[in-house]
């Protein structure tokens, strides 16, 4: 395993190009710095190099900024006459039928402030409860919550819960964060307390359930309410079929999935890896879901997959974001890794 502080040594001597310097910016928690990187970039030259253009979208993404992403990727359009990458990313979208991806029968984006005006975007999905592809509700562009909005959606998913309808809702962490900080301890916000309660129970969150319950006794001087668990279909998915050489020999799960953050060299996930890779020929790990790993923790994960991949072992790491991806390769990936990009 080459020893992190090599590698460090090499991202501080060499002379970077301005993906690898905003991929090790974003690495180091430094996303504004990252970010005006890759602007300067575009500016610079935005139209011979594409790949500023997809680090700056998917820092966009993952930091649910999108109108900045909407606003860049008609930019991107009209620059090289082609699609830009969609907000919802391909990974998120994979396995949904057609009727539930946006534009789909039973789809719908919710955007900007979550308020009375919701209401009648919302109303269509309540027509359609035991629709057999069930419904998607989109609140990953919703910027702030007041009390009627956060009524009217707690109303619809009460409703389709009550009537067994498959829900799938993109956005769901980040609107939570934003009911979090919209109740604060206020006992007045009560919609957006019922909305809180409401998704932790979609989620089958009963902790998160449990607490929030508590806050809001406390602050509304009322009975905590029961945790009661939603029954509903899993949604319908399609099979994808992936091609391959070889066949699938070994039993259990195929995919590790890295999420979110991997922080430091002693990350769980990371021995999570080496345990997955213990007992198996062919190790795929699954990084369209981690948002950000630090400098430490991709030393540690290149040194593992590097030495797998010389020991004989088929790595392959699939669709990580553009930033991770341009880490990983700052960091020197063995060639013989294998890395799946997002389409």
């Given at each position: 395993m080459e020893?992190?502080t090599?590698?460090?040594a090499?991202?501080?001597?060499?002379n970077?190009?301005?993906?690898?310097?905003?991929?090790v910016?974003?690495a180091?928690?430094?996303?504004?710095?990252a970010?005006r990187?890759?602007?300067q970039a575009i500016?610079?030259?935005?139209?011979?190099?594409?790949?500023?253009?997809h680090?700056?979208?998917?820092?966009?993404?993952?930091e649910?900024?999108?109108q900045?992403?909407?606003s860049?990727?008609?930019?991107?359009?009209?620059?090289?006459?082609?699609a830009?990458?969609?907000?919802?990313?391909?990974e998120?979208?994979?396995y949904?039928p057609p009727e539930?991806r946006p534009g789909?029968?039973?789809?719908?984006a919710?955007?900007?402030v979550?308020?009375r005006?919701?209401?009648a975007t919302?109303q269509?999905?309540?027509?359609?409860?035991?629709?057999?592809?069930?419904?998607?509700i989109?609140?990953s562009?919703?910027?702030?919550?007041d009390?009627?909005?956060?009524r009217s959606?707690?109303?619809?998913?009460a409703?389709l819960a009550?009537?067994?309808?498959?829900v799938v809702?993109?956005?769901?962490?980040?609107?939570?964060?934003?009911?979090?900080?919209?109740?604060d301890?206020?006992?007045?916000?009560?919609?957006?307390?019922i909305l809180?309660?409401e998704?932790?129970?979609?989620?089958?969150?009963?902790a998160?359930?449990?607490?929030a319950?508590?806050g809001?006794?406390?602050?509304a001087g009322?009975?905590?309410p029961?945790w009661?668990?939603?029954?509903?279909?899993?949604?319908a998915?399609?099979d994808?079929?992936?091609?391959r050489?070889?066949?699938?020999?070994?039993?259990?799960?195929e995919v590790?999935?890295l999420?979110?953050?991997?922080?430091g060299?002693t990350?769980?996930?990371l021995?999570?890896?080496?345990a997955f890779a213990?007992?198996r020929q062919?190790?795929?790990l699954?990084?369209?879901?981690?948002?950000?790993?630090d400098l430490p923790?991709?030393?540690?994960l290149?040194?593992v997959v590097?030495?797998?991949?010389?020991?004989?072992?088929?790595?392959r790491?699939l669709?990580p974001n553009p930033?991770?991806?341009?880490?990983?390769?700052?960091l020197?990936?063995d060639?013989?890794?294998?890395?799946v990009r997002?389409?």
């Amino acid at each position: 395993m080459e020893p992190a502080t090599r590698l460090f040594a090499a991202i501080h001597t060499q002379n970077l190009t301005p993906v690898q310097e905003a991929a090790v910016m974003y690495a180091n928690g430094r996303s504004d710095e990252a970010q005006r990187v890759l602007q300067q970039a575009i500016e610079a030259d935005g139209k011979s190099d594409v790949r500023p253009w997809h680090l700056l979208l998917g820092l966009y993404r993952i930091e649910g900024d999108w109108q900045s992403f909407e606003s860049l990727a008609a930019r991107f359009e009209r620059t090289f006459q082609r699609a830009a990458p969609n907000w919802l990313s391909e990974e998120s979208l994979a396995y949904l039928p057609p009727e539930m991806r946006p534009g789909g029968e039973v789809y719908c984006a919710l955007a900007g402030v979550l308020d009375r005006r919701s209401a009648a975007t919302l109303q269509p999905l309540s027509r359609l409860a035991q629709h057999p592809a069930g419904v998607h509700i989109d609140a990953s562009k919703v910027t702030a919550v007041d009390g009627e909005g956060c009524r009217s959606l707690a109303e619809l998913l009460a409703t389709l819960a009550e009537n067994g309808n498959g829900v799938v809702l993109t956005g769901a962490e980040h609107l939570t964060q934003l009911l979090r900080q919209a109740v604060d301890g206020d006992g007045g916000q009560t919609p957006c307390w019922i909305l809180l309660l409401e998704l932790f129970r979609l989620r089958g969150l009963q902790a998160d359930f449990e607490r929030a319950a508590l806050g809001y006794a406390l602050a509304a001087g009322v009975t905590p309410p029961q945790w009661r668990p939603v029954l509903m279909p899993i949604v319908a998915q399609r099979d994808l079929q992936e091609k391959r050489d070889q066949p699938r020999y070994q039993a259990g799960p195929e995919v590790l999935r890295l999420t979110d953050v991997v922080a430091g060299a002693t990350d769980r996930q990371l021995d999570a890896v080496q345990a997955f890779a213990a007992e198996r020929q062919y190790v795929n790990l699954n990084l369209a879901t981690l948002a950000r790993i630090d400098l430490p923790g991709a030393s540690a994960l290149i040194g593992v997959v590097n030495g797998l991949a010389a020991g004989g072992k088929v790595v392959r790491l699939l669709r990580p974001n553009p930033l991770v991806e341009a880490l990983l390769e700052t960091l020197h990936l063995d060639p013989r890794v294998q890395l799946v990009r997002t389409a």
